[in-house]
């Protein structure tokens, strides 16, 4: 335990600190609010360490009698989103408490990841074993996915289509972790499949244009296929070694919009160069390892699917992220874990690694 803790935490810190720094370099320029925004950054980085360490001491066994409870509570801040939200570009994402806004949608990633570990796994605290094998395709698949599908829904209405694409990508893999019948599973992706032509006319018009500029961003260069662009140069510009710090020009003279959030690696990687994101993305490879380390090692099986579950969900927002923006998938709207701003997504980010801590230092006992 006392390996991984330090691993994952330094791990942790490092990548936490450069995206302060990151975005420290993308706002310094900017006038206002953006001025102390690395500030805030930095707050949020001390209350996710907090967070961090009671998890690291909290059973996480306990989660397992939480569960509905947290299951609940994300989905009633979801619904209240679309009551008391607040709308910032045109999205209803974030909830106002006190001098800080909550985004809900980043709690409810874990939660659902907590949900499924349990579901897929004995009511037995003594019984280590996975219940999914003897699944039929109702409560193999089905029954899990309405649970799942109704926070995506929820989530895509902000309209968040990221976060909603992620708790279902997720949730595909964690199936086929819970060895429920392979057979079920491809006919599962397949009805998934199917009606996405039709789900075409259901997207927001900025939606469709995101996912046009992904083919071709140069159909509309100085709108939707805007930013992907700039990104691009950013990172192209970089070279090998990069501009060096505060020597950016993509990220800090306004070309690049979203600098400091979702486009945070484009940011650092112009500064940085090749050199520097290799290194950033070695550091994500090692923590995410660590999680997955800790998953294979672990009996029990509602440890295990937890740790599997935070593992991928790590992976798969660093992975789609950096590819958009390379321009390797459509922008999404994912923050770069622990890097990109906001205050949700590093704090929830930290409790998770401080579950991972604790599952290692408890997986002795069962």
């Not at 599908?149 to 909603?164: F, H, K, N, W």
């Not at 979203?258 to 090749?274: K, R």
């Not at 992975?319 to 701003?341: C, E, R």
Request: charged share 10%.
């Amino acid at each position: 335990m006392k390996n991984s803790f330090f691993r994952i935490l330094t791990f942790a810190l490092i990548i936490s600190l450069l995206g302060v720094l990151s975005i420290y370099s993308s706002t310094y320029q900017k006038q206002g609010v953006w001025q102390d925004i690395y500030m805030r950054q930095l707050l949020w980085l001390v209350i996710g360490l907090v967070c961090f360490f009671l998890v690291c001491g909290f059973n996480y066994r306990k989660l397992w009698d939480a569960n509905y409870l947290i299951y609940g509570g994300a989905l009633f801040f979801l619904f209240l989103v679309f009551i008391l939200g607040i709308i910032r570009l045109g999205a209803q994402r974030w909830l106002r408490f006190a001098w800080f806004n909550f985004q809900p949608s980043e709690f409810a990633k874990l939660a659902i990841i907590i949900f499924l570990a349990r579901y897929f796994s004995r009511k037995s605290v003594d019984d280590t074993s996975l219940m999914s094998g003897k699944f039929g395709i109702f409560q193999g698949i089905i029954l899990p996915f309405i649970f799942v599908a109704v926070p995506m829904l929820l989530i895509i209405e902000q309209p968040d289509l990221g976060s909603g694409i992620m708790l279902m990508l997720v949730f595909v893999c964690l199936l086929y972790l819970t060895n429920v019948r392979l057979r079920y599973i491809f006919i599962f992706l397949i009805l998934l499949v199917l009606p996405l032509p039709f789900l075409w006319n259901f997207l927001h018009d900025y939606q469709k244009q995101r996912l046009l500029v992904f083919l071709n961003p140069n159909i509309d260069p100085l709108g939707a296929g805007y930013t992907i662009i700039q990104s691009r140069i950013a990172i192209g510009s970089g070279g090998f070694f990069g501009r060096g710090w505060l020597s950016g020009t993509q990220s800090q003279l306004y070309f690049l919009p979203e600098s400091h959030t979702d486009f945070i690696f484009a940011t650092f990687s112009e500064q940085w160069g090749f050199l520097g994101s290799l290194l950033l993305i070695c550091l994500y490879y090692l923590i995410i390892r660590q999680g997955f380390v800790i998953a294979q090692r672990t009996q029990d099986a509602f440890g295990r699917l937890l740790a599997y579950g935070i593992s991928l969900l790590l992976a798969l927002q660093v992975f789609i992220n950096i590819a958009m923006n390379m321009g390797l998938a459509p922008v999404v709207g994912l923050p770069l874990p622990l890097m990109s701003y906001g205050g949700s997504s590093i704090v929830v980010t930290f409790i998770a690694l401080g579950v991972l801590v604790n599952i290692d230092r408890t997986r002795n006992v069962f």
